[in-house]
């Protein structure tokens, strides 16, 4: 009954959201619900797996129980969000976020997530092509109020494509890309100091370049939906440092607290601003090195996580009674925040009744 309950209230959607009129998505690449939930893994905090001192990775994450260690791991997301909005994932509880795509790995996750379905025939690998599904970025810009409005900044490369910039027109900033367009003092230096900082990433731009250059345009441009899509734990995780992945993950929720505490401080965004959390993917994690891997051959990566904090969500916390959501409701959810209904074909997953104030 109480599961019934649960999902009756989710999938409800009586009444358009009245108070939201700004959006900021942020997804972080692979990053898992157990730390999200659990905090540092002690299995995975060994010389294996790290590439700097352990006493010092201990002393900064480490902690008696799940919930001092994830306060400590991320604050922001457990003294604020948890406090004043709602995370879903926590699968001690039977509260279960997943994806409903079958490849279980970055294009397929972000295009379910963009496009509010999934596309295996189509979209089954992290190849650099069109995206042939139009998305809710592009649903959004195209209405009159929102028209040049809408705006990306990623660190990986390929989502200018996963977006469909060229088709969609919304502006993406990825990659090791600098910013253009009469750009401020501070734009002008991030542009410099990208090219002089040590990057093990590749064509992978480091998140402190994104988040800041991401912040800029937000401050100088007001746009109404800012979508940020940070890649760090994923490219740690894949290269087996756990210490980074961690370290990763905590200053990404420091980027999280900037973003909240000045959309706070601005007239268009205080009380007006819904921030929406999530990953594309999650990890392995059946044998001690499956946390470094993904995709459909890596029992438990569908698993993932949302957490929403804004006006029109209650200050629920921490969700723990049983449910199910899917990361194909995200892109509905928004365009409700915003009063919009977004619809494709196939049609989006529902939206999540209670981010959006349905009673």
Not at 88 to 114: D, H, I, T
Request: charged share 20%.
């Amino acid at each position: 009954m109480r599961y019934l309950s649960f999902l009756l209230l989710l999938l409800s959607s009586t009444a358009f959201a009245q108070k939201t009129e700004n959006v900021i998505l942020i997804t972080l690449d692979g990053y898992r619900w157990q730390e999200l939930f659990t905090g540092a893994e002690q299995r995975l905090m060994s010389k294996e797996y790290l590439a700097t001192d352990s006493a010092a990775l201990a002393k900064q994450f480490w902690a008696d129980t799940p919930e001092q260690r994830r306060e400590k791991l991320m604050p922001f997301m457990w003294n604020v969000v948890a406090k004043q909005g709602q995370l879903y994932g926590n699968r001690a509880y039977n509260n279960f976020v997943n994806v409903s795509n079958k490849q279980w790995f970055s294009y397929p996750g972000y295009s379910e997530l963009l496009c509010g379905f999934p596309d295996d025939a189509r979209i089954h690998s992290n190849d650099k092509f069109a995206n042939p599904n139009t998305n809710v970025l592009e649903f959004i810009q195209k209405q009159p109020k929102f028209a040049g409005k809408v705006a990306a900044f990623s660190s990986w490369d390929c989502f200018p494509f996963i977006i469909n910039s060229e088709r969609s027109k919304v502006p993406v900033n990825a990659g090791i890309t600098e910013t253009s367009g009469n750009p401020n003092d501070r734009e002008k230096w991030l542009n410099e100091i990208m090219h002089q900082v040590p990057n093990p990433l590749g064509e992978v731009r480091l998140d402190a370049f994104t988040f800041n250059y991401a912040f800029e345009y937000l401050k100088k441009n007001k746009p109404r939906v800012l979508y940020l899509a940070l890649d760090e734990t994923d490219d740690f995780a894949h290269g087996g440092k756990y210490d980074l992945y961690l370290r990763a993950a905590n200053y990404t929720d420091q980027f999280f607290k900037t973003l909240w505490d000045w959309c706070q401080s601005d007239p268009q965004y205080r009380a007006k601003t819904t921030m929406i959390i999530t990953c594309d993917h999650g990890r392995g994690s059946i044998n001690k090195d499956d946390w470094r891997h993904h995709g459909i051959e890596m029992q438990n990566s569908d698993q993932i996580w949302v957490a929403v904090i804004g006006p029109d969500t209650a200050a629920s916390g921490e969700i723990k009674v049983p449910g199910q959501l899917f990361q194909n409701q995200v892109a509905r959810t928004i365009s409700r925040l915003l009063g919009l209904d977004y619809q494709n074909n196939p049609a989006p997953g529902q939206p999540l009744g209670t981010v959006i104030g349905s009673k």
